[in-house]
């Protein structure tokens, strides 16, 4: 059968509007849940209060670093106003003003289902683990629905009304630059209340987890909604609008070569088959009759994952599309799948790396340090060749079509990896809303039987985070590899209108690319430098906050009845500090980016690119894998082993945890968001890294 | 003037002969410096056969390896025996030997001349700091002279006897693969020895460093030897070789494209000039008034790198080479002095990142360890932008000469950074000679005024080290930029034979290239990860013997007249644990390399040179540097600050100095080394991967 390109965007836009009833009907049955305790209801509307607040002053924030980057867009992107088309520059801005939109509107779904289901879940676990589990999950799911849905949606609608892959580079810029400070500041956020709640709590005072005394509690809880629900979620959204993106610009080139319209159909066919697998994959999550989490959440996984394969490859028979294509989509999924597995090796409290750290651990906390650094090391290993492997089959695997459909057949690897992405958030999501069911159980005096089901909860959302945090990094591996391209798309055409010669790479061997390759390769190392900083700075004021309130605050140290915290004051300082210090370590990011490309022109940017990518998969994989290492390894360790809670063993194995906390949760993440932004930067910048450059 | 090439070379012998005069000259003058207390005589002699014992295990293993790696030359390379000329392969074969027992030569005049001068150092500090600072530098000055002259002694003697540039490949890798174990080897032992000493002497039972009750204690300083000495000797000694052979071989290619000779003479004549400059600035050092040894030491550099710039001036205009290549030298000469500034800059105890970790230590080790992480990460921006720039401006210096020429340029900015590597060794051995001699001074119960002069001699040594650190790991980054020249120069002439195309590049958007690129870049994290789990795991072998002594030898513990610790159990602990975990770190290296060459063919190994390159310079410089700042904050610690000796902020920086032993001198070296191994195996194996590889 042959359909035209508008019949799959109609499809799309159906697919997501059947996402976001989905998601709206999985809101309800949440909100719906009962519950009844005034205790957690107070405590509850404390972090939503907490998390609004933050919210509302960052999007504050970033709303006017949107108005400028518009207007700048507006000026000078894709051509100088004075030069160009200024239709151009208004469709460019806009589509930016678009992307932003969309990735703060997903942001704000997350954080108020987050802040209900984290009620309910706590609740439900009064009735048994299986019904707690349902309200975490498909709480997480209203998030993954919603943002793959928002994704599809926006994609189509940039599309249909441009028909502009120019414009659809704006709007997943606009996506980007949202979604690198809000992972940026959410990290930043979570992990400043987290580390200050655990050094004064749990290290100084020896107070529980979630103990309501600590000043910090609230922050910390809010900072799982902010940090891990909202930054996330846009981190992803980022992703997954990029990888469509570049995966468009690549189609569009080859359809002006070619003539034909075959290739933009199959990008929007797998991704609304993707949508509609994780849809189902989410519907039909139940947990089995042992009850165990951590295998309802990676058998729904597989089975969105399984779903995918079989339809695509039905649509590709119908619809007639390459079977090469198909191929190389299925290659990114299941390379995807293994990189997962083997993030998961070196984070499982089953394997050889934790049992080795928490070991290590008895002789001190530098050893601690020393072994995990090492294993995060060891890490990459696997996921970088996992990475080289598969885009070097999609490559293999889609040359053979014809001249520039290697590229494309790595972008559609990278789609294909990020199909199932809504089942990814659905389940990353889980892990947050369940953490803070934790603490609210906790403060509500729920019992320890409540306790102990959402530990395991609990415990479940950290296993399966390692996997879909190795699938994600993955992904965005893929995803940049094709936004080179995308850049390389965007240099010709810009080259075509100046009357410039097209070009076809980048060679390492010209003294140009070089430059850029080290200069790219030190930005990631950089920008998270600056990101566990600010955590540092950040932690160091809050940490001085705590110390004051239980000197000042008489009878909290002691629990005296009635005497409660000022959790304001210390969620102020978390949200004043992020925004404080994420500002620079974005701008820096673009900064150099700009004066590289002004100084060595498109040749320099691409060794730059690809430099950044390069070294910030490697930095990505290595603070990601260590940090859930290291907290894992505390947590074996928690659990009993080498000597148990409160030995030298364990005191060690908190230090790493402390140091893995930023690692995995505030840099690691942001490194994905920041090549996703050069790249975009890059590609917008084309025009003018073109004709401005000092050398060429 | 014209002059033959032959002149060159004589001349390049002559200066190396002088260089060797010299040096026994200095040999003698530390040999015959007075010495008479007894006990320091017997901890001496301890140490020196330590040292032996070490050296003989190794270099028994090491010739083993070189042994079978000379008959897979023999069999293998430049091409298989059966189907090229054996005569070429007998030739590559001796001459990889050749390189392995110069490299050993000159670590074994390193060692021999430490274990002298540590002695007459710490004797020598009872007339004063003037006489002892003497005693130390000259001692490490042998070490210089002997490794600089044997690089230009060999190279010239490679070239005089084979004229050909592919044999000279061989010594490198002759000398690359022995610094490569002797270097790992070497900085496991040491940091094994420097972390159980400390972990149970400082940290558990509160004895002072050097303590002679420490079973560790020996162990500890003969790993100063042949890490630090040995080790470094051999490093550098491999740097040195790998920049001239890889500026000859583009100098050859050219001089076949020309038909001329003046490009290699000017290689040889700048490297003499280097060596007679080092010479001068080792000859005329001397203690100023106020008796300041940082500024001794980094005087006589700056001597010695004015001396360069003049006299190469004048060699450039009376032999009438090429201003533009002077020029390229002179960029990179320049830019390794900015380059070690920069790293001074972030280890220096004066300065805002060493104040702000020991700031942030007085948190907890959790914040020393990001905020030394978080520096550390900062630091590799400005050494990156050095080596780019320094790459860039010697391109654009030499590219107008003709074609190939701006490649000849980055090489001749390598040789230039490295021609004052006679300077930078010997101020490197001094650390480790004043470190033993401080050692010494403690065993031998000198007293607290000698104490004093040889700490202030170790500090100067610190400060010093990082200068020349960071200046080794730059020339290092050009040498390899190099190198990538001299492999595409091997790649084209094995193409002309074989009849194939020649190569221009390597395209970063060639999917192959990209394949290389990801799996080159995670090479050096896990080599540095495979030699950090050694020492963790050797150091813990070692730690558990401490306690065993402490336990089973009474009257240790307690100081008890005549009751001395079994020494020689623990050197035989780190002996035989150094080399049997260096192996595997290596081989997997090799291996790896080789299995990407024989899928990807050249344009894979051209991509993975590539992204070994740019990680190992980015980990490089941030490991050495973020070890060199925790040594350094620790000691800030010490000399009252922040609490000063034993208060949590110290105990947190100890922690901090233990994670950064291992990163500063065991696997950040060792990463230069391991980069040099990797392209030189690759240039030798040019010709099998262009016939044998499965992709091409």
């Given at each position: 059968m042959q359909f035209t390109v508008t019949f799959f965007l109609l499809v799309s836009i159906i697919v997501s509007l059947i996402s976001f009833l989905f998601a709206g009907w999985l809101y309800q049955w949440v909100k719906n849940?009962?519950?009844?305790?005034?205790?957690?209801?107070?405590?509850?509307?404390?972090?939503?209060?907490?998390?609004?607040?933050?919210?509302?002053?960052?999007?504050?924030v970033l709303a006017k670093f949107a108005g400028v980057a518009a207007i700048l867009i507006l000026v000078f992107l894709p051509t100088p106003i004075w030069k160009g088309n200024v239709l151009d520059n208004i469709v460019m801005a806009l589509a930016y003003l678009f992307g932003t939109v969309f990735s703060a509107i997903a942001g704000v779904i997350g954080i108020r289902i987050a802040t209900i289901a984290n009620v309910k879940t706590a609740e439900a676990a009064q009735n048994g683990i299986k019904p707690s589990f349902m309200s975490g999950f498909r709480g997480g799911a209203v998030m993954g629905m919603a943002v793959v849905g928002s994704t599809l949606l926006g994609v189509t609608l940039v599309m249909l009304i441009t028909n502009n892959t120019?414009?659809?580079?704006?709007?997943?810029?606009?996506?980007?630059?949202?979604?690198?400070?809000?992972?940026?500041?959410?990290?930043?956020?979570?992990?400043?209340?987290?580390?200050?709640?655990?050094?004064?709590?749990?290290?100084?005072?020896?107070?529980?987890?979630?103990?309501?005394?600590?000043?910090?509690?609230?922050?910390?809880?809010?900072?799982?909604?902010?940090?891990?629900?909202?930054?996330?979620?846009?981190?992803?959204?980022?992703?997954?609008?990029?990888?469509?993106?570049?995966?468009?610009?690549?189609?569009?080139?080859?359809?002006?070569?070619?003539?034909?319209?075959?290739?933009?159909?199959?990008?929007?066919?797998?991704?609304?088959?993707?949508?509609?697998?994780?849809?189902?994959?989410?519907?039909?999550?139940?947990?089995?009759k042992h009850g165990n989490p951590t295998k309802a959440l990676n058998s729904s996984t597989y089975v969105t994952t399984a779903l995918f394969g079989v339809l695509t490859a039905l649509a590709t028979w119908m619809f007639n599309f390459q079977w090469r294509i198909w191929g190389a989509s299925a290659v990114g999924l299941l390379v995807g799948v293994i990189i997962g597995i083997a993030s998961d090796y070196f984070t499982d409290d089953t394997k050889k790396p934790v049992?080795?750290?928490?070991?290590?651990?008895?002789?001190?906390?530098?050893?601690?340090?020393?072994?995990?650094?090492?294993y995060g090391f060891l890490s990459t290993l696997p996921a970088m060749i996992g990475i080289a492997i598969s885009a070097l089959a999609?490559?293999?695997?889609?040359?053979?079509?014809g001249p520039g459909y290697a590229m494309y057949g790595i972008a559609m690897a990278a789609v294909g990896m990020l199909s199932i992405v809504g089942?990814?958030?659905?389940?990353?999501?889980?892990?947050?809303?369940?953490?803070n069911a934790r603490g609210l159980a906790e403060m509500g005096?729920?019992?320890?039987?409540?306790?102990?089901?959402?530990?395991?909860?609990?415990?479940?959302?950290?296993?399966?985070?390692?996997?879909?945090?190795?699938?994600?990094?993955?992904?965005?591996?893929?995803?940049v590899i094709a936004l080179l391209g995308a850049f390389i798309s965007q240099v010709n055409d810009s080259a075509v209108v100046l009357g410039l010669e097209q070009i076809t790479g980048f060679d390492i061997m010209n003294p140009i690319v070089f430059f850029g390759l080290l200069i790219g390769a030190s930005i990631p190392a950089v920008f998270s430098a600056m990101l566990m900083l600010g955590v540092d700075r950040n932690a160091q004021r809050m940490v001085s906050e705590i110390h004051r309130q239980f000197r000042e605050i008489l009878g909290l140290k002691e629990g005296k009845e009635g005497v409660v915290p000022e959790y304001d004051k210390c969620i102020e300082i978390a949200t004043f500090g992020a925004l404080k210090e994420l500002i620079p370590a974005g701008l820096v990011t673009i900064i150099?980016?700009?004066?590289?490309?002004?100084?060595?022109?498109?040749?320099?940017?691409?060794?730059?690119?690809?430099?950044?990518?390069?070294?910030?998969?490697?930095?990505?994989?290595?603070?990601?894998?260590?940090?859930?290492?290291?907290?894992?390894?505390?947590?074996?360790?928690?659990?009993?082993?080498?000597?148990?809670?409160?030995?030298?063993?364990?005191?060690?194995?908190?230090?790493?945890?402390?140091?893995?906390?930023?690692?995995?949760?505030?840099?690691?993440?942001?490194?994905n968001t920041q090549i996703t932004v050069v790249s975009l930067v890059s590609s917008l910048m084309s025009t003018l890294f073109l004709t401005l450059s000092i050398f060429h």
């Open positions: 849940r009962p519950s009844s305790n005034k205790r957690i209801a107070e405590v509850g509307t404390l972090i939503k209060n907490g998390a609004n607040t933050f919210l509302t002053k960052e999007y504050t120019t414009a659809l580079l704006g709007f997943s810029f606009g996506a980007s630059s949202l979604a690198l400070f809000a992972k940026a500041g959410g990290g930043i956020f979570t992990k400043t209340a987290d580390i200050s709640a655990d050094l004064v709590g749990k290290v100084e005072l020896g107070i529980p987890e979630d103990d309501p005394r600590n000043p910090a509690v609230i922050a910390d809880n809010v900072g799982d909604n902010v940090g891990d629900v909202a930054g996330m979620g846009a981190d992803l959204f980022d992703s997954n609008v990029a990888s469509m993106a570049a995966a468009l610009v690549i189609a569009a080139s080859l359809d002006k070569a070619a003539g034909g319209t075959v290739n933009t159909s199959t990008v929007f066919c797998y991704a609304a088959i993707g949508l509609l697998a994780s849809i189902i994959g989410v519907a039909t999550a139940r947990m089995g049992h080795n750290v928490a070991k290590a651990s008895e002789t001190g906390p530098a050893f601690t340090i020393l072994s995990g650094i090492s999609a490559y293999k695997l889609c040359d053979p079509i089942m990814i958030i659905s389940n990353d999501a889980y892990g947050p809303i369940v953490d005096d729920l019992g320890d039987d409540v306790l102990e089901i959402t530990d395991s909860l609990d415990s479940a959302g950290n296993t399966v985070k390692a996997v879909t945090k190795g699938f994600a990094i993955g992904a965005a591996g893929l995803t150099i980016t700009v004066l590289v490309g002004f100084v060595g022109g498109v040749q320099a940017i691409g060794g730059y690119l690809c430099g950044n990518i390069i070294s910030g998969l490697l930095l990505a994989l290595f603070m990601s894998n260590a940090g859930g290492l290291w907290d894992n390894s505390k947590k074996y360790i928690e659990s009993g082993n080498n000597g148990g809670k409160g030995s030298d063993a364990h005191k060690a194995a908190v230090v790493g945890d402390t140091v893995g906390d930023p690692f995995k949760d505030t840099a690691g993440p942001s490194i």
